[in-house]
Structure formats: structure tokens, C-alpha cells
């Protein structure tokens, strides 16, 4: 019952209330609140940013929003449906993928077998039934945004550090998620595959809602519309990305930081 995934396409900047939508999340880890509070609403189609220093709680957040964390109490309800209790597959299944900081792919694997495998995993029965020969349609069109056809056949092993990263990506669109949850996708990354990928996430925007947690702010002026930031656990400002950058409160706790970077 889940195959479909992309009835809508809903126009970019243009959110449509809340595909997902947490209210008043805990997560209290032996006493420490990692999460503490936080309200947070991401309409379909957007494409928002999750910055905040070391330790502020962006990967709990995403771990709790994918079933790997349970939180200690709130709400989080994605298309309607509570995600709270679910295990991690369940909500998979549901429509919600991520990226992890380590890498998942199969070295010895080729990058299409990558693909396919991570597919097959969203809806493993439908697949099997229809044994196909070939390449489905979900692969080929996920294989094609990541503009990795050329390296198809090759393993995945001799790739890029950019060029993994984008077949991680790749790995989760052949899931058919409605909902992106990609963390730090261009540390490491050069110049120039911090623009592909920069290009690629507003591509994958267009028909899905991504949340990206980054720490580069050059990045996050070029391709960030709104951006949530957490501090402590709770979201201290929430805005558009000139904004958020101007406000006192971001620069003292965040780009204090980093002046170079805030200029
Ligand atoms: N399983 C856990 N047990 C205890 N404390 C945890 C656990 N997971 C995270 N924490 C703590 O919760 C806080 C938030 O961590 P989290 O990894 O979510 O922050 P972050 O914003 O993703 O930071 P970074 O940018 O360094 O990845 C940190 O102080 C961390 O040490």
C-alpha cells in the first residue's frame, strides 16, 4: 500500500502546513535534557536547514523523528500519523528516510546493486513479486538524480567521498521517502561537490521535504530558505537564512563561534 509517493509535488518555498509536525519533545538522557521543549513544524516541500553548535540536540532530534531514539515525552506526528513507538522500519515504510554520518553502502556492491537493495528494502514484497528483470523505474530515476549513471556497474568501494555521499542519498529517494532527514551531507566534501550536492538537495526539494542538518555557513547562504537553530536542546530562532544570521542571539551562541564565517 505504500508505494506511491510523489502524488504531489508541491511548489518549492511554498509550504502546505505541517508534514511533520513535534510538539513539546523531550528526550532526558540520566538526568540531561539533550531535547528540551522543542516545537517544530516542517510544511510539505520544504527544504530546511537544522544548524546549532556541538551538543545542541540536532542528531537526537533526527534520531527521535526516525524511531531510533524514544523521547521522553511530546509529540511527533508526520503526515497526520503519531511516529512516537514506532520501530525504525515501520517508519521507513511510512515515508521517512535519513542519512547517517557513517556511511551504509556496500563497498563490493555496485552502485546500482546499491540502489537496488536499498529499494527493494522499502517495499521488499512488491519487488519480489514482480521479479524483474532489469532496472526499475524508482532506481533508474534515483540513480539519474545523483548523476552517477556512469559509474553504474563500478563497486561502490572506489568511489568518491562525494560521490558515496551521493549514492547515499540516491540509496534513500529508491526508498520512495516523502521525508529526507540528511545529517552533515557535505562534510568533507570539496568545493565543487559541496555545489553538486547544493544543486542536488534543491532538486530532491521539488518533490519531496528535505531536513538537512549543516554546519557551513557558506552553504547555508547559498541554498537555505529557512532555518531552524537549536541551542540546549531547544530552538532558540527560527527563519529565513539572513535573518537568522543577523539575530544576536544566533552570533553569540553559534556564529560567535565562527566569526570568520558570519561575515
Ligand atoms: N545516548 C545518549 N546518552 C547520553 N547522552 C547523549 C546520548 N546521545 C546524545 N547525548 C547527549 O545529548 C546532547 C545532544 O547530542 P546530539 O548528538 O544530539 O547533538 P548535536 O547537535 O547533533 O551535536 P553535533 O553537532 O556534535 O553532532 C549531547 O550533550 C550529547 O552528549
Known amino acids: 500500500m505504500t508505494e506511491t509517493v510523489r502524488e504531489e509535488a508541491p511548489t518549492a518555498g511554498k509550504p502546505s502546513g505541517g508534514l511533520l509536525e513535534i510538539r513539546d519533545l523531550m528526550v532526558v538522557f540520566d538526568g ?9 513544524t516542517v510544511g510539505e516541500g520544504e527544504l530546511r536547514f537544522l544548524i546549532g553548535p556541538n551538543g545542541a540536540g540536532k542528531t537526537t532530534l533526527i534520531d527521535v523523528i526516525t524511531g531510533l531514539t524514544k523521547p521522553t515525552s511530546g509529540t511527533v506526528t508526520f503526515a497526520g500519523a503519531s511516529l512516537v513507538g514506532r520501530k525504525e522500519h515501520q517508519i521507513v515504510r511510512m515515508g521517512v528516510g ?8 556496500f563497498e563490493e556492491l555496485s552502485v546500482l546493486e546499491n540502489i537496488d537493495l536499498a529499494a527493494t528494502f522499502r517495499n521488499p514484497l512488491v519487488k519480489l513479486l514482480r521479479r524483474r528483470r532489469g532496472v526499475s523505474d524508482e532506481v533508474a530515476a534515483a540513480l539519474a538524480t ?14 568518491s567521498h562525494g560521490q558515496r555521499q551521493w549514492l547515499e542519498i540516491g540509496m534513500l529517494i529508491a ?60 530552538v532558540l530562532v527560527e527563519g529565513d537564512v539572513a535573518a537568522v544570521q543577523a539575530d544576536p542571539k544566533v552570533q553569540e551562541v553559534y556564529l560567535g563561534r565562527k566569526k570568520e564565517d558570519a561575515a
Open 98 to 105: 535519513r542519512t547517517f554520518q557513517t556511511s551504509v553502502v
Open 175 to 234: 526508498q520512495g521517502p516523502k521525508l529526507l532527514l540528511l545529517d552533515e551531507p557535505v562534510a568533507g566534501m570539496s568545493k565543487d561537490e559541496r555545489e553538486r550536492t547544493g544543486e542536488l538537495l534543491t532538486e530532491i526539494a521539488r518533490d519531496h521535504t528535505v531536513i538537512v542538518i549543516e554546519h557551513d555557513m557558506e552553504f547555508l547562504r547559498r541554498y537555505a530558505s529557512t532555518v531552524t537553530v537549536l541551542h540546549e536542546g531547544s
Open 146 to 159: 545523483i548523476g552517477l549513471e556512469d559509474l553504474a556497474d563500478k563497486p561502490a568501494g572506489i568511489l
Open 32 to 40: 540531561f535534557k539533550a531535547i528540551n521543549g522543542v516545537d517544530l
